[in-house]
């Protein structure tokens, strides 16, 4: 399996397009005809999985990734994680590259089991994602596992840097020794992503760094220049396309973008509600994604976001 | 469902045993006779599971609490969260509080679901933990969601504070404003965990501190009076009863103890593997769990870990 770096760049590059689509299903967002009627976790479960079948379907020829948060199946107990299993597969099979946000996080050989379960392009784990993020808070030795796995496997790992939520600031802002705890925590991942960079220039540790902190995210981007950002926050959140544009180098790579709600439940707001409506929920999705895309080519100059066709 | 800071101190005071026995197996640990002979995920995890059972069935009567890690079950993929499933109602079922171990972490209404999902002692969550460690890096808006839907059902939380590996120094010790990091999150911990109190004096709220650290230990303690500790790094990664005396307060409530290769596996090692060996290992975990109920109770004096018919 080629390094995950390069196949996000790749896939980055084939699209033209630095997007994630997150799927984060939720019972009140789904169209009425999907809405299972009674609310079992097993309906609520299958009604989850086809809507985010549904979504994959859409988005898959426009997108490098999805983004499957693992909370919203999780909630559903066994019948949701059998659902997200078959999700991740479905994705795969589209040709997506999955990033399962898990912010999993543990010492020593309980990191490595994380690792092992979770990571798995190509069918070598039970779940089988391309990359996973990862929180740091307990240190170097319960993040090493994760990327010994990672590194064998070819995937790759998004460790939580500064993200973009407002109580970030309560403990990642925390400055010691001349610096906030986001930048110690960005300082030595960039340390460690340069010891297994792809052929990109990049790394398969990556970085999560929201799109709601543009000053941060511009410092780090010149502190990491090893390190793919998975940037959440955008839309929904309040981060804009001008917000992320200091994220892409100048070849419009070492970013992706997130986006969820704005993309799901497009149909349920302006302007798709008025031009889609829930019979054509898929519709208002895919407008939506090539919206997003749009908008972030028209705020980054860099030739790898401008396909031949838009050129 | 009575407030969980309650349900854990009447337990410790019905065993005298502030002690969790952690569920971590492993398949290189299980007795010859549990252990499968081909390794799919469904029959890997058909033996954890009846593993499991057979630890709960040897230790309910002796301690309050059972500590599953999600992540030796998430390796495993679906079948492996299903008898994760089936091992938190069997505990239960045997009258033994269940703590989960996830450190989950994640932001806004994601929080809320994985609370959602874990939190419901009583049947009314699908997985129906009465207890999940969490990460709080992400910062307090992360954290209440948690905290809300365990006051709602009853349910408690451990947040990681200072954790027992090695390489917790490196974040969780940098100094900001005169203080180390951990401490700025245990006193930030300490203050909400008042916010709701049951009527042993500790909270819903709990923390993580790690038994390696015995003179942070000590100094967490006095700085968080109202705060039930969970107490990994007992054992075999180095913490002592001496070690973690420090962390009883004068009735020998407030903290309980974790430990997992210590007991589980109990039969691999001296003095055990002497006495019972692979085919009475459910006895070797009892006589682990019994000699470690005697180190705490010899190096704490408080009465409460002193049950009549030793006194």
Same mark, same amino acid.
């Given at each position: 399996?080629?390094?995950?770096a390069?196949? #996000?760049?790749?896939?980055?590059?084939?699209?033209?397009?630095p997007?994630?689509?997150?799927?984060?299903?939720?019972?009140?967002?789904?169209p009425?005809?999907?809405?299972?009627?009674?609310?079992?976790?097993?309906?609520?479960?299958?009604?989850?999985?086809?809507?985010?079948?549904?979504?994959?379907?859409a988005?898959?020829?426009?997108v490098?990734a999805?983004?499957?948060?693992?909370?919203?199946?999780?909630q559903?107990?066994?019948?949701?994680?059998?659902?997200?299993?078959?999700?991740?597969?479905?994705?795969?099979?589209?040709?997506?590259?999955?990033?399962?946000?898990?912010?999993?996080?543990?010492i020593?050989?309980?990191?490595?089991?994380?690792?092992?379960?979770?990571?798995?392009?190509?069918?070598?784990?039970?779940?089988?994602a391309d990359? #996973?993020?990862?929180?740091?808070?307990?240190?170097?030795?319960?993040?090493?596992?994760?990327?010994?796995?990672?590194?064998?496997r070819?995937?790759?790992l998004?460790?939580?840097?500064?993200?973009?939520?407002?109580?970030?600031?309560q403990?990642?802002?925390?400055?010691?020794?001349g610096?906030?705890?986001?930048?110690?925590?960005?300082?030595?991942?960039?340390?460690?992503?340069?010891?297994?960079?792809?052929?990109?220039?990049?790394?398969?540790?990556?970085?999560?760094?929201?799109?709601?902190?543009?000053?941060?995210?511009?410092?780090?981007?010149?502190l990491?220049?090893?390190?793919?950002?998975?940037?959440?926050g955008?839309?929904?959140?309040g981060?804009?396309?001008?917000?992320?544009?200091?994220?892409?180098?100048?070849?419009?790579?070492?970013?992706v973008?997130?986006?969820?709600?704005?993309?799901?439940f497009?149909?349920?707001?302006?302007?798709?509600?008025?031009?889609?409506?829930?019979?054509?929920?898929?519709?208002?999705?895919?407008?939506?994604?090539?919206?997003?895309?749009?908008?972030?080519?028209?705020?980054?100059?860099?030739?790898?976001?401008?396909?031949?066709?838009?050129?």
């Amino acid at each position: 399996m080629k390094p995950f770096a390069d196949r #996000l760049a790749e896939a980055v590059r084939r699209t033209a397009a630095p997007v994630v689509v997150g799927l984060d299903p939720r019972l009140e967002g789904l169209p009425p005809a999907l809405a299972p009627e009674e609310r079992s976790p097993q309906t609520v479960a299958s009604a989850f999985e086809r809507f985010c079948r549904e979504v994959i379907d859409a988005v898959a020829c426009l997108v490098p990734a999805v983004k499957p948060q693992a909370a919203f199946f999780e909630q559903l107990g066994p019948a949701g994680m059998q659902a997200l299993a078959n999700l991740i597969a479905y994705a795969r099979q589209k040709d997506l590259l999955v990033i399962l946000d898990g912010k999993r996080n543990d010492i020593g050989s309980t990191a490595a089991a994380y690792a092992d379960g979770w990571l798995g392009p190509g069918g070598c784990s039970p779940w089988g994602a391309d990359a #996973l993020t990862v929180n740091a808070y307990l240190g170097e030795d319960a993040v090493q596992p994760f990327i010994e796995t990672a590194k064998v496997r070819g995937a790759g790992l998004f460790v939580l840097v500064k993200t973009s939520n407002p109580g970030s600031r309560q403990f990642q802002d925390l400055v010691a020794d001349g610096m906030p705890l986001y930048q110690h925590v960005g300082r030595w991942v960039e340390q460690i992503a340069c010891q297994s960079l792809g052929q990109c220039g990049y790394s398969l540790v990556g970085a999560v760094v929201g799109a709601t902190y543009p000053a941060q995210l511009a410092e780090l981007r010149s502190l990491m220049p090893h390190v793919w950002f998975l940037v959440p926050g955008y839309g929904a959140q309040g981060g804009t396309a001008r917000d992320v544009a200091s994220a892409f180098d100048s070849q419009g790579l070492g970013a992706v973008v997130v986006s969820a709600r704005g993309i799901l439940f497009a149909y349920q707001n302006s302007p798709y509600r008025e031009r889609f409506g829930p019979d054509h929920w898929q519709q208002a999705v895919e407008a939506a994604t090539k919206d997003m895309i749009a908008q972030l080519r028209a705020e980054t100059p860099a030739s790898q976001l401008h396909p031949p066709s838009s050129s």
